[in-house]
């Protein structure tokens, strides 16, 4: 399948909680609708933590993911007219949006609270897949109350999502890990010890903490 993660920056004007109100409801309810659409998972960030964020830098409010059952549907879907409806509906509630494709796995079980780690190749680190899930194997292996890790890689030469009328995030992260838990009291210890992971670690650069909830749209096709 393929997959594809968006980052979503709310209007000043409102909010979090009518953010999140409209985005689940009225937006949720036109985009489950595009057609080969696998899997829907909203995941709304309710903390940030990491390097301190400059006054004009993108925040990210929320993270979508997308999975596809082929590899032609997401362009198939976006010249849709279900599309046409999704970029209107985004002025409603969004001030900026940018996405793209990741190298992913298959959608998992549900993981109501999830901490993601989002950062940046360091400059001699591009494209080392295998060392960073094995560093993720190892930086996880202690942590309580785990469910499971997705590890996305940005497509280093895919085309961006991006709205004209929206603000588009000049860093998309490269690497975006998630971890999944079933209570908000993980995620949050898990925070704690992953501080000192990630002081150590020489993968990534410009790393941002985000604990979010995760709302399920369209339900994962699970492999029995």
């Not at 940030?48 to 032609?72: C, K, M, N, S």
């Not at 198939?76 to 940018?98: H, I, M, N, P, W």
């Not at 992260?173 to 501080?195: C, K, N, R, V, Y």
Request: aromatic share 8%; charged share 25%; with cysteine.
């Amino acid at each position: 399948m393929l997959k594809r993660i968006t980052y979503l920056e709310k209007l000043q004007s409102l909010s979090f909680s009518e953010f999140s109100e409209h985005w689940a409801g009225p937006h949720a309810r036109i985009a489950k609708e595009l057609p080969g659409l696998a899997c829907y998972l909203q995941n709304h960030i309710k903390q940030v933590a990491g390097t301190g964020a400059e006054a004009d830098e993108f925040q990210i409010d929320g993270i979508v993911e997308l999975w596809f059952r082929e590899p032609g549907a997401f362009s198939a879907a976006s010249q849709s007219q279900l599309a046409d409806r999704l970029v209107e509906d985004e002025q409603k509630f969004l001030s900026g949006l940018t996405g793209g494709a990741v190298v992913s796995e298959e959608p998992h079980e549900p993981w109501f609270h999830k901490l993601w780690i989002l950062g940046q190749w360091r400059e001699d680190q591009g494209g080392m897949e295998e060392p960073l899930r094995a560093w993720v194997n190892t930086a996880c292996a202690s942590i309580g109350g785990l469910l499971g890790t997705n590890v996305n890689i940005l497509e280093p030469h895919g085309d961006l999502l991006t709205r004209e009328l929206l603000r588009v995030d000049p860093k998309i992260p490269q690497i975006a890990i998630a971890l999944g838990f079933s209570t908000s009291s993980d995620a949050e210890s898990a925070l704690a010890t992953l501080h000192e992971e990630l002081e150590q670690q020489d993968l990534m650069r410009d790393i941002r903490l985000l604990m979010g909830v995760e709302k399920i749209v369209v339900a994962p096709e699970l492999s029995a």
